[in-house]
Nanobody, 115 residues
């Protein structure tokens, strides 16, 4: 069964930075694109961004976003979400996701952006 473990969340002040890590296991990691989602309190889950299986391309679902980058290390089965200049609206639980051949989610890691 596909397994994701997210980590790296925490409390950060506005304008700060965080790097989240998604550790994947129990599947051929380098064969799949991986997506990050987030869910703010009392809001629907939203797409943050994705990275292709070989790491050559990434895309983002957050409009006008130049603050986030996604990278991966296929040798370590890891995906990273680096977030800079964080804003209070970035608060939420961040999840790893894969959708082939069905939906697979991690348990999430909480990010709180607050002064």
């Amino acid at each position: 069964q596909v397994h994701f473990v997210e980590s790296g969340g925490g409390l950060v002040q506005p304008g700060g930075s965080l790097t989240l890590t998604c550790a994947a296991s129990r599947f051929t990691f380098g064969a799949y694109a991986i997506t990050w989602y987030r869910q703010a309190p009392e809001k629907e889950r939203e797409l943050v961004g994705y990275i292709t299986n070989n790491g050559m391309q990434s895309g983002f679902g957050i409009p006008g976003n130049g603050r986030f980058t996604i990278s991966r290390d296929n040798a370590k089965n890891m995906v990273y979400l680096t977030m800079t200049n964080l804003e209070p609206d970035d608060t939420g639980v961040y999840y790893c996701y894969r959708d082939v051949p069905q939906d697979y989610w991690g348990q999430g890691t909480q990010v709180i952006v607050s002064s």
